[in-house]
Each structure stands twice: as structure tokens, then as C-alpha cells.
């Protein structure tokens, strides 16, 4: 791409050039596609290899080939192997998709190698399709991750190979169901079209039969058409090749033997199978173009008996042209076949609500992973939510950041073992235990890489040295310093565009302290018991016997300083009371407790007058073992309760309460393996369940799938509502598809759904939004309730090719104990978005506290990136270092177009006058995935069969000028900024 000028100050563009990738390259178009017959039937023959980036190996093994007893796979060898046998045949093609391999094997190869593959790239015999880090998966992964992920495969592939090196195709054949927000953000990042393989067989059964294989995805209800349109097409065999046409090394099929003197000759037979194949599978589909995926799992390790036999089978079937066949077979990749589709220039089908949940049989609904593995789940997002604030700091921090007092910080490691978290066996929880705690490790170590980098930055910041603590079991009130110290600081940072409230629970061994803000203010804190839930959780890793609990404020993306000093002499905090108390209110909500069972019992919205009845508590299905219906059983994919009945853990649990002027507790007792606080703040809108459950016990010989449910009386009549991948709401009905007449055979399985940031229910009068910290499964199975998956433990494998039992050992191999929270919102529907969408957004993007010993000491108590807060419609989605002097920045409208009367219009903000301590000097847009620039970005138009029309914008909502840009609802545009420091 020729090299492009920035916006100036001055508004014209400036003189200064910036290159991009590689340089000038026009795009591939169609002269590198192979000649295709109009007049017959065209079988694209996709030659293709599907490389999990973990599953049942590590990402490591799988690249280098270790531990093939348990599966044998090397990708490293496969890419060898691959790149030898293109350069044999020009007409021979391969595809390739998942960036962490192949920039690995990159960096592997020498100048020779590297010149002989960018020429196979660059005469479209390699094609990149997706493009991303990994393939992610769509259940359990959140829009910004996803993005960072995406934007990280596509930025290596456009350094490396320019345009011709970028994606045209979203390719994702193996995630186990489809997200509607995933296809509105390819449609964004400019792909033309986008194939899976994984639908509901009762809806692949209804498509194959009605000719809708093939479709157009509108998959925002906000953005106006065409914008999130994308064309889409269900692969006719998954991912696999045709039955008996699979020559790879690990495949039984018979190889096509063509020597007539030769036993076994069966070119004739083969020749004739594949023709009727062909015909079979165009039956169902509307153009005279067909695909064929030529691969599967880790396959082309030795790509010779693959291409020689390709290679037999498109002469002999090409030969029967001259004795009348209308069969013409042909290396193609998915950007050339899909241009042949839209070269045909018909109407397709059009659809508008998402692929979940998927089941490939009539008791096998895959639903289980939206919960299974939920501590990774969770870390999986915290380690999110700290990659932008690593990301932001390292901007604000400059050189510094990486290069300080504390040593060499980076951001990459993080970045790529978040992207790498993201791989649809991963933050999905389906791959084995060894896997998932590789996952976590590496989590882990970026993590440490980023803690040295906002450490220097936040040194240089704030003017003080004294070295930083992070303290990451702050759940289970575990941190050596607060626990040991007379006095400390705490750092809040915020990520977010706008100022926050939070309330930190800090352990401690003291009575009593003095809290104080950055200005010198006294802040209000409570001393309260550790409980005995926490002590058993967290066993011997920590020694605090209180809490120190108080509100801190962070403003936008910047930070605060309180201090902490131990005051001498103070009473001992007040005990909790036996059983629970009529109410626990403050000024904006009252909730009720059942004085016989200490169960909830109401919420109040004081503010509006709302009072809804509200029943919470625990229950456990029974996992299936197989029965004599099927053999299914419940494991890491798979959710199949024996009964739809849950079992409840107990009608009337311990109850102990705490009431204080900054928080009120009802803690409540189940089991010995289940219990809650109830928690009202002070100052908080919302209530706040906060759950422990685990270790699962199981050995009674039943495997548990642990939910707790929330029975209201809102009239919902089967209706609920999640989110998708942490962005726009979907409308669910229960027993019910948009898309087909459903045969339901899993009353409880098939009528669950993943949720990312938040549910609710809701009637003319009332909305109950449930906001979590980590993506799980959920469901509204009785009129007026929500249950919640929160935890699994299995004794089964159930036989989708992971091979053990979801059965998580924890830190003391007697079972996984998870801890997480649940925040319930009540409002008029008509004004609830303005409440759960900040309140999803605080969980996902939740404040960083880090700690120093000691008096305040620094210079700069408090700090703000920003030059005032962003309006509340904004949300900074992306601010990271691009290269030296350029940086890459998000903005997203976070209203759908008709949630918010207050928020859902168009809104401007300005760049120039955006941050406080960086000048923007040039700008300018790019697509959504960073790799293309906006103006550039031209993706093929289709016809649908939409029986609604698109109303246009009323007016023309162009910015305002180069610097003052403007957010439609549900508008995320990407910029890269010429910066310098103000």
C-alpha cells in the first residue's frame, strides 16, 4: 500500500509520510484466482490444515511435535512440509490461519526460505484466511480481547506481506457455535465474507433441505446496513474432507491408484464417488460453486500424499469433461470461491440472529463449556482488564515505561498470552488440565512483564521509586504487606474514560486505621472479620483475621493515592449477629430477607418505587452418565442434566449480618462447600452477590453442574436477555429459535446461553439485570427467573475428543474452589441500559491497586490521561503504543441505537484537546482490525432477501472536521495518532 500523509494540525495534510507494511502492493482481486467453467459445476478444493493453539497438547507441543503419545502433531513441520510441495505446482494452493504458529515458524527461517514463501503469498499459492492469533472461541470471549487478538495476527501478516498478506475471509470451522457480535466485528475489520462449521443439526437439516447453506448475516440491529453485513456460508462437512477422500498421513483412506497393471486400481471407482459427491452436496446449495475442505486437524505434516493425490483427482475428474461430466474440479482457497459467489450476483437469505446454542445431536447440546473452567474464565478477564491499563500506561509513561527504575518492562507478553487465551479450546475451558494450567502460566508471566512496566511508569508519573506490590489474591484477603504494615500506600488506577467509584476490601491484622485521599482528605472505613469462608478457601496462604473496607474515587484513565496508617488502641471490630435482619437498605435500594430461612426475600428501587419479590439460592444438577435415551453424558462441552429438576443445597442456610455505615453484609452459610455474602454499600445502586462454591464434592459417584437462581415476580413469559460477547442484547424465548421450528429433547441443556457482562428479565414495569465478572451459562427455565451456571465438576469424559473429565483438582488436589460476584440491578426498562452498561463496563474494566510501604513519598498523587472525562455514550476501548511516535486509539459509542433515550444519539468528542499530557499532531482512521486504512476499505456488497427496508440516517452524520469525530450508537472506529509529549 503506497505510503500515506497524516492530518496536520492545521487541519491539511501535513508533509510527513508514514509507511505501512511493506509498502505498495494492489490488491490481489481475481487475477490470481484459478479459470472457472460457467457452465458446469465448480468443486473449489480447499487444501487446508485446522491447528488448535492448545488443546489436548500446549501450544509448544503442538508447534514442536512434543508429546505425541498423546497426539501426534507438529505444526512446525507442517508448514515445512507445505511450502515444499507449492513450489512443485503453481496451481496448487494453501490456506493458513493461525498467526501464533506461523509467526513462530517465521522467525525460524532463513532469508531464502522467507523470499521463496512471500513469492507463494504473493501469487495467492499461500492465503492467509482469519488471520488472528488464534482462532477465538465465540461463547465465552469479550468483544475488546477478541479485537486485541484479531489486531494482533493481522498487524504481524501486514508488517510481513503487505496487502497481499491481509485476510479476506473470516474462517472459524471449529468453535462450537457463533456469536452475532463476532460476524458484526469481521464485517468491521473488512472481511468479505466469513465460513464455520458448526450449526444445530435440526437447523443444518432445515437449511441443507431449503437451499440456505449460504447467507447474509445483519448482525447489528444499530449500525446501519451494510456496515455489519456479512456474508456467510456453512461449510457442507464441518471442516473435513469428503468420506473416503482424506490422504493424509494419519488417514485409512485408499490413495487413488491409476496404473492398470497395478492391484487395487480404482481410479475409475474413486473418480465417479467424487462426482456424485459433488452433485449430492450442490443440491443444497444455490450457485454452480461448491466447496470442498481438503484437511483437518494438524493434518499436512507430510503434504506429499495430500497433493498427489489432489493432484490425480483433478485431472481424472477434469478428464470426464470430454466424455459430457459437468463436474470441474480446482485448487481454490475461500476468497476465491467466494468471489465466484458474488460474481453470481443472486439474492440469499438473510439473517439476523446468532448461531446459539449449537447441538449435533438430539441430548448433546453444547452448552457446558459457557461455565466449564471458571477460575480461568475469570482470570482470563482480569488479566484483560489489566493489559489495558499496562497498555494505556505504557503510553502515558513514554520510554520510561519500559525502560525504568524497576528494570525492562514489556506489554508483548501479556498481548500474546491473552491472545493465545482466547482460542476456542482455551478461555472455553474444553482442553485438558495440563493445558489450561500452560494458559494460566503464561497469563501469569506476561502479567509480571506488565507489573515491572506499570511500575515505571508509574514512578515516573508519580515522582516516587519505593517499590510497588500487586497483590493478586485480594479475593481470599491475602497481601503480606497490608496484612503486616502500620503504613502504606494504595495506588488506584483507572482504566476507564470516566471516573469511578470503587470499594476495596484490603486484608489487615488491625482494629482500626486512618484512611486518607490524595488531598488529604479523611475517608470513611470500616474494620470488619475476616469470614470463615474465606479463611477455609484460602487455607494457609495468608494470616489476616480483618478487612479493611472503604470507598476509594480513581479519575479518568489516571490513578489516586490513599494512605493508611494503623491507628493505636482501637476497639475490636463489631462481630456479625446470628440470623438475618428483617431489611439491609441504604439510600437507593432496600432488600428483604425471609426472617424463617435468611433467604432474600424482595428488592426495592427507593430512587423509582420498584419493588419486585426476589428468591436466590443454590441448586445442583445431577451430570448424566448416559441413560437409555443416549449414551451422552455431561463433560468440558457438553451440558445433559439427568433430570430437569435441581437439587437444592438447602432451604435454610447459617446466616450471620454486619451492618456499618460503609457496607451491610448478610452472609449466608449453605453447605460446607457453598455460601454467599449479600453485600449493600452505602453508596451503591446495585446489590452484590458474592459466591464461593467448591470444593464440589463427588464422592457420592455423581458428577455436579452448580447454578443459583434468581425466582422473581416479573411476568417475563419465557423471554430473557443476554448480551453478546459483552456488547449488544440478544432476545431469548424459551423452547424457541428464530430460525427454525425447534424439536426441543434437552429442556434444560438446549435452552441455555453464554452471557459475557450481563442478563436481565423484565415486564412493562420492571428490569432485573444481572452483571457477572466472568462469562458462564444462563437461563430463564420459569417465568419471572434467571439461573446461572457457576461452577462443574464432572466424572465423565464426554467424548468430543478431550479425553478426561472435567473434574479441576485446585491448589490442594481435592477439588477447584472458585469465588466470584453477581450484581443486581432493578429499574424501569426504559432507562435500565444507563445503568447495566457502565456497571458491565466496571467489571470488565475494573481499577488496578498496587501498594507501597510506607508514608506518601511521591510527587504526583494523582493523575489523569485524559484532559476531562469522555461523555458517557464513549467508551476508550483501545489507547496502545504502535511505534515510536504514533499511537493506536479505539473510541466506541456503547449504546445500541434505541436502549438509552438519554445516550443512544450520535456523539462528538475531540482528539486534539482528548489527553493531557500527549498532543495529537496527525490522525488518521483505519479499519477496525488496524490493518487497512479506512478509506481503503472496500468490501463486496450482496443482496439479501430482507423484506425490511433500512431507514437512512436522518441526516448526514459526517464529523464534524478531522478532529472532532463522531460515534453513531454502536460505532467503533480505530485511529492511529501521531502524538508528542505536551
Known amino acids: 500500500m503506497a505510503a500515506r500523509a497524516l492530518l496536520a494540525v492545521c487541519v491539511f495534510l501535513c508533509a510527513a509520510e508514514w509507511e505501512w507494511g511493506r509498502g505498495a502492493a494492489a490488491p490481489r482481486g481475481g487475477k490470481s484466482c484459478p479459470a472457472t467453467k460457467p457452465s458446469m459445476l465448480n468443486v473449489h478444493l480447499v487444501p487446508h490444515t485446522h491447528d488448535d493453539v492448545g488443546w489436548l497438547k500446549t501450544v509448544d507441543q503442538y508447534y514442536y511435535g512434543g508429546r505425541n503419545d498423546i497426539q501426534h502433531a507438529g505444526v512446525q513441520y507442517i508448514l515445512d512440509s507445505v511450502v515444499l510441495e507449492l513450489q512443485k505446482d503453481p496451481a496448487r494452493r494453501f490456506i493458513y490461519v493461525e498467526t501464533a504458529f506461523f509467526y513462530r515458524w517465521w522467525k525460524e527461517q532463513d532469508q531464502e526460505t522467507r523470499n521463496i514463501v512471500t513469492q507463494l503469498v504473493e501469487q495467492g499459492q499461500l492465503e492467509f484466511v482469519n488471520g488472528g492469533w488464534c482462532m477465538s472461541d465465540e461463547a465465552s470471549t469479550h468483544y475488546s480481547a477478541v479485537i486485541d487478538q484479531m489486531t494482533l495476527g493481522l498487524r504481524f501478516l501486514n508488517d510481513t506481506f503487505g496487502e497481499y498478506g491481509r485476510p479476506r475471509v473470516a474462517w472459524h470451522i471449529d468453535p462450537f457455535g457463533h456469536a452475532r457480535e463476532h460476524a458484526s466485528m469481521f464485517a468491521q475489520m473488512g472481511y468479505d465474507g466469513f465460513f464455520f462449521g458448526r450449526l444445530d443439526h435440526q437447523d443444518k437439516a432445515r437449511r441443507m433441505k431449503m437451499k440456505e447453506m449460504e447467507m447474509v448475516w445483519r448482525a447489528s440491529e444499530s449500525l446501519e446496513s451494510p456496515t455489519a453485513d456479512l456474508f456467510t456460508g456453512v461449510l ?59 484437511g483437518s486437524d494438524f493434518q499436512y505434516e507430510n503434504a506429499v500424499p495430500w497433493y498427489k493425490n489432489m493432484d490425480k483427482l483433478i485431472h481424472y ?134 507489573q515491572v512496566l506499570v511500575s515505571n511508569s508509574l514512578a515516573f508519573l508519580s515522582g516516587s521509586d519505593v517499590p510497588r506490590v500487586f497483590c493478586e489474591n485480594l479475593n481470599i484477603s491475602v497481601c503480606p504487606l497490608t496484612e503486616g ?55 494457609d ?65 427507593l430512587e423509582t418505587r420498584q419493588t419486585i419479590k426476589l428468591v436466590q439460592n443454590f441448586y445442583w444438577y ?184 472435567l473434574s479441576e483438582p485446585g491448589d490442594y488436589f481435592d477439588g477447584l474452589s472458585v469465588r466470584g460476584r453477581l450484581l443486581l440491578a432493578l429499574t424501569p426498562p426504559n432507562t435500565a441500559a444507563d445503568t447495566h452498561r457502565p456497571l458491565g463496563q466496571e467489571m470488565v474494566f475494573q481499577p488496578m491497586l498496587s501498594f507501597q510501604q510506607g508514608a506518601r513519598h511521591s510527587t504526583t498523587p494523582q493523575f489523569s490521561g485524559l484532559s476531562s472525562a469522555l461523555p458517557p455514550a464513549v467508551h476508550l476501548l483501545t489507547l496502545s503504543q504502535w511505534d515510536q511516535d504514533s499511537v493506536l486509539l479505539r473510541l466506541e ?56 427496508t433500512v431507514e437512512p440516517l436522518r441526516e448526514c452524520l459526517g464529523d464534524p472536521s478531522p478532529w472532532e469525530i463522531t460515534l453513531k450508537p454502536m460505532e467503533i472506529r480505530t485511529f492511529l495518532l501521531q502524538v508528542r509529549p505536551r
Open 622 to 805: 445431577n451430570a448424566s452418565a448416559g441413560d437409555s435415551e443416549s449414551s451422552q453424558t455431561s463433560g468440558a462441552y457438553i451440558f445433559r442434566p439427568n433430570s430437569s429438576t435441581p437439587n437444592i443445597i438447602n432451604m435454610k442456610p447459617e446466616v450471620t449480618t454486619l451492618q456499618n455505615s460503609v457496607v451491610q453484609e448478610v452472609r449466608q452459610q449453605f453447605s460446607p462447600w457453598v455460601s454467599q455474602v449479600v453485600r449493600l454499600y452505602t453508596e451503591s445502586k446495585h446489590l452484590e452477590l458474592e459466591w464461593t462454591v467448591g470444593p464440589i464434592p463427588v464422592d457420592n459417584g455423581v458428577g455436579k453442574e452448580v447454578i443459583t437462581r434468581l425466582d422473581s415476580s416479573i411476568e417475563t413469559e419465557g423471554y430473557f436477555y443476554t448480551d453478546s460477547n459483552g456488547r449488544e442484547i440478544l432476545q431469548r424465548r424459551k423452547d424457541y429459535r428464530p430460525t427454525w421450528d425447534l424439536k426441543q429433547t434437552e429442556p434444560i441443556a438446549g435452552n441455555y446461553y453464554p452471557i459475557n457482562t450481563r442478563a436481565f428479565i423484565k415486564d412493562k414495569q420492571n428490569q432485573m439485570t444481572v452483571v457477572t465478572d466472568r462469562s458462564q451459562g444462563i437461563s430463564s427455565i420459569y417465568n419471572g427467573s434467571l439461573e446461572i451456571m457457576v461452577h462443574r465438576r464432572l466424572l465423565y469424559d464426554d467424548y468430543r475428543g478431550v479425553g478426561e473429565p
Open 317 to 450: 475428474v477434469n478428464a470426464k469433461q470430454a466424455g459430457g461430466s459437468k463436474v470441474h474440479l480446482l485448487y481454490s482457497t475461500p476468497s476465491c470461491y467466494l468471489q465466484e459467489l458474488n460474481l453470481a450476483n443472486i439474492t440469499w437469505p438473510l439473517k439476523m440472529d446468532d448461531f446459539f446454542p449449537y447441538a449435533d445431536g438430539p441430548h448433546d447440546f453444547w452448552t457446558g463449556y459457557f461455565t466449564s473452567r471458571p477460575a480461568l474464565k475469570r482470570y482470563e478477564r482480569l488479566s484483560n482488564s489489566f493489559l489495558q491499563t499496562c497498555n494505556q500506561l505504557e503510553v502515558f509513561g513514554g520510554p520510561k515505561s519500559t525502560h525504568g527504575p524497576f528494570g525492562e518492562g514489556n506489554s508483548d507478553t501479556l498481548k500474546r498470552a491473552m491472545a493465545v487465551a482466547q482460542h476456542h479450546d482455551a478461555v472455553s475451558g474444553t482442553e485438558k488440565q495440563h493445558v489450561a494450567n500452560d494458559y494460566a502460566k503464561r497469563l501469569t508471566i506476561g502479567s509480571a512483564h506488565c
Open 893 to 948: 459509542h456503547q449504546y445500541e441505537s434505541s436502549e438509552s433515550h438519554a445516550h443512544s444519539q450520535p456523539v462528538t468528542v475531540s482528539l486534539q484537546k482528548m489527553f493531557s499530557t500527549l498532543a495529537v499532531v496527525g490522525v488518521s482512521e483505519l479499519s477496525l482490525g488496524a490493518n487497512q486504512w479506512k478509506e481503503d476499505m472496500k468490501r463486496m456488497q450482496w443482496k439479501s432477501n430482507s423484506s425490511e
Open 485 to 539: 504494615s502500620k503504613q502504606f500506600l494504595l495506588n488506584v488506577y483507572n482504566p476507564l474514560a470516566r471516573p469511578v467509584s470503587w470499594l476495596v476490601h484490603l486484608p489487615v491484622n488491625g482494629t482500626g486505621y486512618n484512611v486518607t485521599g490524595s488531598d488529604g482528605t479523611p475517608v470513611d472505613n470500616q474494620v470488619i472479620p475476616v469470614s470463615k469462608a474465606t479463611q477455609d478457601l484460602r487455607r
Open 541 to 605: 496462604r495468608g494470616s489476616a483475621q480483618f478487612e479493611l473496607v472503604f470507598q476509594v474515587q480513581a479519575p479518568p484513565m489516571g490513578f489516586n493515592t490513599y494512605t493508611i496508617t494503623l491507628l493505636q488502641d482501637s476497639p475490636a471490630p463489631r462481630p456479625h449477629k446470628p440470623g438475618a435482619p428483617p431489611a439491609i437498605q441504604n439510600k437507593y435500594l432496600k432488600v428483604t430477607f425471609d426472617m424463617q430461612t435468611g433467604l432474600l426475600s424482595g428488592l426495592t428501587n
Open 236 to 294: 457442507p462437512n464441518g471442516y473435513n474432507p469428503p468420506e473416503g477422500f482424506c490422504w493424509d498421513q494419519l488417514c485409512s483412506d485408499a490413495p487413488i491408484q491409476d496404473d492398470p497393471n497395478l492391484e487395487d486400481y480404482n481410479v475409475d471407482q474413486l473418480v465417479d464417488k467424487f462426482i456424485n459427491i459433488s452433485y449430492t452436496q450442490a443440491e443444497m446449495y444455490k450457485t454452480n460453486h461448491i466447496i470442498m475442505t481438503m
